[in-house]
């Protein structure tokens, strides 16, 4: 199998989700020998070649890298919803997205990291460009994505009752080192 994932919010170093999502791919990739990995990666300014050192030693993975704006992919991809990921990293089985963005896809089935959902709970406390974009792309995720991995059961109860996913599409994956 071909799984994509987007790791552009590892560029993010010390953040939450960053650690989260590399703690993640390089356990995946470490544990599981017999799927390949395509990587997608997008910032104008950031770099994260010090962050994926032992992510792309590894002989199952390739890092497709672009110098896309985020803001950019928001348009075309949280609000148009344009552009396949397939189109930048090739064909794939399955495509995990995770903090800003959430791309159409031409074949693959799609699953989503979510890590909170502040945006809903706490609007007034967070940045107004940081609600709307996770709302545009909560709307995608709720709408395309057939699993969606919480980092707590309590983001999973969130999902059901402010989203209103069902638990079958639900699981969690807990915050690990």
Known sequence: M????DISQIAYEKTGVAIFLKNLVENLIKY???NNYVLFYSSLRKNIKNQILKIKSSPNVTIRQFKIPPAVLDILWNKLHIAP????IGDIDVFITSD?????TKKAKKATILYDLVVYKYPKETDL??????KRKLK???KESSKIFC???STAEDAENILNIGKDRLSVI????
């Open 2 to 5: 071909k799984i994509g994932i």
């Open 32 to 34: 599981d020998k017999k």
């Open 85 to 88: 990921i397939e189109w930048y």
């Open 100 to 104: 800003w963005t959430e791309p159409p």
């Open 129 to 134: 460009k940081i609600v709307n974009t996770q």
């Open 140 to 142: 995608w995720v709720k």
């Open 151 to 153: 980092i707590s059961n």
């Open 174 to 177: 807990y915050p690990g080192t």
